[in-house]
């Protein structure tokens, strides 16, 4: 690898660390092999089909099946009102269908928690408790989830289909003479030419992130030692994960903190002969990348340039592992990070593509299983862990794909949300919230991919009936509900106040808040021919969720401008409430009262406070050209 071909080292502290390849040693901590998978034989029912060569399956019996056929022809012969009632046959097998479909002797697709039949009634949909333990027990061997079905397309008189509406207002905001997407609507909004979120030339899949994600320093020949060898020195790693631990951890908590140090100041330790461990490199060297992007004491070119240099050399060992045919759980922490990292990078479209690689691997190692089937004998720590970094695959899978409206992946799992517990650490004081943190994400990310991700990945109304959405809205606030006092109970004054004691605790308030009423703000702008958009809810589940994003970049401007996640979360709501006031402007009559309105007037607020952050952004030779483009698109509302 020639030198000249390496970004100049950056200084992050005040002794000026430099990146040196002497300097660089490896920690040899044994990578976890991959977990053997135990699953469960399932259980399958044979129906075999009656005899062609005998009676007829369809004829019907004129004699009772009860023995009464061995009797003599006399017997056989007697009057038929002296023949013996005939006996009911009582059902041997469980009834798997719900109560009211059997009351009603319907077909019912035994979907859950309720049937399409007892939704379309609009009555309550009850099973049986043995239906419900063979539904619990089959998961695993069957398909757990119902397939959505997009709306059969009309057809008009003139017998040529109709296009069908977009059936969320949040989605209507740009698509005025731009180009579609291929995959949803929804998708269009955010990701295709119509808002450059990456370089100038667009790729083939969203449109954005034209160049390859992992620059290529590598020789063939050069191995392990060539990627340590542009390892920085201690100091500086050390200054580097300060920021990762800051700002990264608090909101995607899988890594074990203290077990991590122990064996990073083990990798010092070690000499070059001994630096063996390719994983555990690849895991530092991304957790490196993640922490520069983070850092404000350099320009950001430079900035830009070293952590996709510390990304790279993280990629280059995880190749050297043979990540891809040898999972563990540091490759698959190492992955979940990658991805973050490409979507901070404005690479979406690989970030995209990187987390399905992540969600098989997360598969083969048996992540998704309950780690007391599939590990039996490992410890309570190793469990947890496993459950933890379950957590983390979830999440992402599910809140990347409402954001790019595209199907969820993580939907096969039989892990527990009660199993994971609190874990007794010393940092068990320090980071008190992060159980309850990760169990509210946890519950939130199973409500939203059963309920929101495959509808909008195929443009169809998220409710149908005014009931469904009116119980899908108490399952999101009974969700909310189950949040703890400290992540719900706040203003931007006290958070402001708490910001200087306990900023891990304020980080995912914030990403839980805005996580929750985006979602909901989805929900409620929902249409469909008998559910209408509801305005109000709409524009105030929007206010709260923006707001989050607002109460961030006033607190840590930095970090609102690195993640992707948060700071996109917020031009859709901007989007979202644009629509809903150009609806409004439409009718005279409430385009009249609108203007008078506090709750309009909060939101054109909101949009003209989202354009003048993005200004902020886009400011300077180096700023964002997303922001400039973001900044033009929301003008068009004001």
Known sequence: MSSSQIPAPLSYGSSGGRASGNSATSGTTPGLSPTSILTPASASTLYASPDSTSQPFYTIKSEPDDGASSESSATAAAPQFAEPAKKKQKRNKPTLSCRECVERKTKCDRGRPHCLACIKRQTECQYANVANLLEETTRSASSGRRMTKPPKKKLASSGIETK???????????????TA?????????????????SHPTASNVFGIGSEHPFANYWTCEGGLPEVLGVLPDKLQSDILLHQYFECVDPVYPMIDRQSFYVDYEHFWSLRDSERTDATFIGLLFVMLALGTQFVSTTNPRDRKQTAEFYVSAGNQALRVSSYLSTASIRSVQSMVLITYFLMNDNHASDGWAFAGLLMKQAYAMGLHRDPNIVTPNASA?????????????????????????????ATHTDVRLEDFIDESTSLADRDSTDI??????????????????????????ICSTQRQKSKLIADFRAVYRSFPDVFRSWDQDSIMQLASTNKRLVRQTLFLSSNYYHNLMLVHASESPDVPVNVRATLEAAHEAINSFFVLFTLFDTEARVWWVFNHRAFLEALCIGSVLREAGKD???????????????????IARMIQIMKIMGDGDQGSEVARTRVTVLSEFL
């Open 164 to 178: 069908l509406s977009i059936p969320n207002v949040a989605d209507r905001g740009i698509l005025h003479g731009r």
């Open 181 to 197: 997407s291929l995959g949803s609507v929804a998708l269009s909004t955010g990701l295709l030419s119509n808002v450059p979120f």
């Open 381 to 409: 720590f190793e469990k947890q862990q496993r459950r933890k970094l379950w957590q983390a695959v979830l999440l992402q899978d599910t809140f990347l794909t409402v954001l790019l409206s595209l199907p969820p992946s």
């Open 436 to 461: 309850a943190y990760i169990r509210g994400s946890w519950m939130l990310a199973n409500l939203v991919q059963e309920t929101i991700c495959s509808p909008r990945s195929l443009d169809v109304p």
């Open 588 to 606: 005279p009559a409430a385009a009249e009262q609108a203007v008078r309105d506090p709750l309009f007037a909060r939101a054109r607020a909101a």
